[in-house]
């Protein structure tokens, strides 16, 4: 099992910036090992995948975010950051960090959310 605490969320007026932080530790898996990910979720929609970062580092991102956001990773800290740019009313949503094992999703962690609200 995996906790995971995410911060930074809050109301940001568009074209501002936002750095989300997540926390994570486990009594019985090593965090250095797993992907670590931000999802997320409007208000009435699906939970999308945002990004995602391997313990190589690998990047994933989806287009919609692609040149605003940032993600990486320190090891040293069990620590994963979202760093968001140039924001628009549609970045609103609760955002959740998350924890696998490679090559598992079942595995997936998630944290408790953290909410971003995106003022026009």
């Known amino acids: 099992q995996v906790q995971l605490v995410e911060s930074g969320g809050g109301l940001v007026q568009a074209g501002g910036s936002l750095r989300l932080s997540c926390a994570a530790s486990?009594?019985?898996?090593?965090?250095?090992?797993?992907?670590l990910g931000w999802y997320r979720q409007p208000p009435g929609k699906q939970r999308e995948l945002v990004a995602s970062i391997t313990s190589d580092s690998t990047i994933n991102y989806v287009d919609s975010v692609k040149g605003r956001f940032t993600i990486a990773r320190d090891n040293a800290k069990n620590t994963v950051y979202l760093q968001m740019n140039s924001l628009k009313p549609e970045d609103t949503a609760v955002y959740y960090c998350t924890a696998r094992r490679p090559f598992s999703p079942e595995s997936r962690s998630w944290g408790q959310g953290t909410q971003v609200t995106v003022s026009s």
């Open positions: 486990s009594s019985i898996f090593n965090i250095n090992t797993m992907v």
